[in-house]
């Protein structure tokens, strides 16, 4: 049996007769890399998958392990942000559990979701499978939101509201959960 560092090389390596059968040319076979998209702006790669409504978690900083909505992707970047990011609505503090004997009073307590708004770079998201529609959020959050601290509040509201409604009407109910890690 042969090394295995020579084994690969003798896939990898072919004879192949040419015309002249006295000779034989040694050929490499050549493997197609799958061709990526390129920002003009930025040389960063796009990413298609990022997409309105998209959940994603968020793997660095303050916010790891918490769940976002993607409410405006951006591929190419911006003066601002050099690279290429996505404004996300997320939940900063998850509702609690609610119980069959609990009263309405303290379901509504319990049923309380503390939003946030981010600009996050494509790097520090993760995908998952799940979408969140969401209609009201694409005008309520943009680049200007940030500018002003009033916006910024007036937006998280206008997203808790949402967020809310969404959970007391019981769907996308992974969404609500926190992760387990």
């Known amino acids: 049996m042969q090394p295995i ?24 076979p050549h493997f197609d890399k799958p061709t990526r998209q390129t ?6 790669f796009t990413m298609k998958f990022m997409k309105v409504g998209r959940v994603a ?8 392990g918490k769940k976002v909505v993607i409410v405006q992707p951006s591929d190419t970047g911006s003066k601002a942000h ?9 939940i900063e503090r998850y509702p ?10 303290l379901v509504d307590r319990r049923s309380r979701i503390k939003p946030f708004i981010k600009v996050v770079n494509y790097n520090h998201l993760m995908p998952t499978r799940y979408t969140l529609e969401l209609e009201g959020l694409k005008g309520v959050v943009s ?4 500018k002003e601290v009033s916006q910024r509040e007036d937006a998280k509201k206008t997203i808790k509201k949402a967020l809310e409604d ?8 992974w969404f609500f959960t926190p992760l387990r890690f």
Request: proline share 6%; net charge positive.
């Open 39 to 44: 920002s003009p702006l930025t040389g960063t």
């Open 5 to 28: 560092s020579q084994q690969h090389t003798n896939r990898a390596l072919t004879l192949c007769p040419s015309e002249n059968p006295n000779t034989s040319i040694l050929t490499v």
């Open 143 to 146: 680049t200007d939101t940030f």
């Open 96 to 105: 609690l559990k609610v119980t069959r004997g609990m009263g309405k009073k």
């Open 57 to 64: 978690i968020i793997t660095r900083g303050r916010y790891a």
């Open 82 to 90: 050099p690279f290429s990011y996505a404004i996300v609505a997320g």
């Open 166 to 173: 969404r959970y007391t009407s019981g769907k996308n109910r």
